[in-house]
Antibody, heavy 121, light 112 residues
C-alpha cells in the first residue's frame, strides 16, 4: 500500500524557517517524482514544487523561488521541503504526493494527509 | 503560466442525477508526445485530494465508472452519470504539461 506521511508543520514567526519531511512507503521511492502541494485555510490547491526521482531535477512555483528548497534522500525514502523567510501567506496545509508514473513528471496519484504550517507572530 | 478555469464553481445535485464540470485552459494541454496532461481530483471534506481521472479520460484504480472525463486541447469535462451522496466535495482539474503546474479554482458539489 502506497503511504506518504508528512511531518514538521508547526507555528512559526514571520521571517522564520522550517523543514517539512515526507516519509514514503509501499513503493519503490527512487523511481518516482514527488510533489509538494499546499492548501491555505478554506482555499484551493496550489502546486509548490517537484523533485525528480534522481534528486537532480527540481522545479518551483514562481512565487516561491529562492525561499523554498526541495530535496530527497532516496536511501531513507524521504522527501524534504526547506522553507525560509516565511510569510503569513505561507500558512497552509502542505501535502506531499507521488507522481502518477515512474520516471515521469506529470501529476500526482497518491497524496499524504498533510502537515499544517502556521506563520504568525 | 497556464490558467485553468472551472465552471461552475458550485453545484447542487439530486442523488441519481447527472453532473458536469468544465475545465478550460488558456493554452493547449496536448504534448508533442501525443498525451494530453489534464487530471481530475476530488477532495472530500476533511480529506486529501484523490485522483479520479488522468490524461483526460483514464479512470484511476478503484474509481467508479459513473465518473468519466472527456475533452481535448483546451476544453475538458468531468461527468458524473448518477451522483451519489459519497461524491460530495470539491473537484479540481490540474495540468501537468508545463511548469509551474496549476489547478483550477475548484468546483464544490453538494447533494440536494
Amino acid at each position: 500500500e502506497v503511504q506518504l506521511v508528512e511531518s514538521g508543520g508547526v507555528v512559526v514567526q514571520p521571517g522564520g524557517s522550517l523543514r517539512l519531511s515526507c516519509a514514503a512507503s509501499g513503493f519503490k521511492f527512487d523511481d518516482y517524482t514527488i510533489h509538494w502541494v499546499r492548501q491555505a485555510p478554506g482555499q484551493g490547491l496550489e502546486w509548490v514544487s517537484l523533485i525528480a526521482w534522481d534528486g537532480v531535477t527540481t522545479y518551483y512555483a514562481d512565487s516561491l523561488k529562492g525561499r523554498f528548497a526541495i530535496s530527497r534522500d532516496n536511501s531513507k525514502n524521504s522527501l524534504y521541503l526547506q522553507m525560509n523567510s516565511l510569510r503569513t501567506e505561507d500558512t497552509a496545509l502542505y501535502f506531499c504526493a507521488r507522481d502518477k508514473f515512474p520516471y515521469g513528471s506529470a501529476s500526482p496519484d497518491y497524496w499524504g494527509q498533510g502537515t499544517l504550517v502556521t506563520v504568525s507572530s | 503560466d497556464i490558467v485553468l478555469t472551472q465552471t461552475p464553481l458550485s453545484l447542487s445535485v439530486t442523488p441519481g442525477q447527472p453532473a458536469s464540470i468544465s475545465c478550460k485552459s488558456n493554452q493547449s494541454l496536448l504534448h508533442s508526445d501525443g498525451n494530453t496532461y489534464l487530471y481530475w481530483y476530488l477532495q472530500k471534506p476533511g480529506q486529501s485530494p484523490q485522483l479520479l481521472i488522468y490524461e483526460v479520460s483514464n479512470r484511476f484504480s478503484g474509481v467508479p465508472d459513473r465518473f468519466s472525463g472527456s475533452g481535448s486541447g483546451t476544453d475538458f469535462t468531468l461527468k458524473i452519470s448518477r451522483v451519489e451522496a459519497e461524491d460530495v466535495g470539491v473537484y479540481y482539474c490540474m495540468q501537468s504539461i508545463q511548469i509551474p503546474r496549476s489547478f483550477g479554482q475548484g468546483t464544490k458539489l453538494e447533494i440536494k
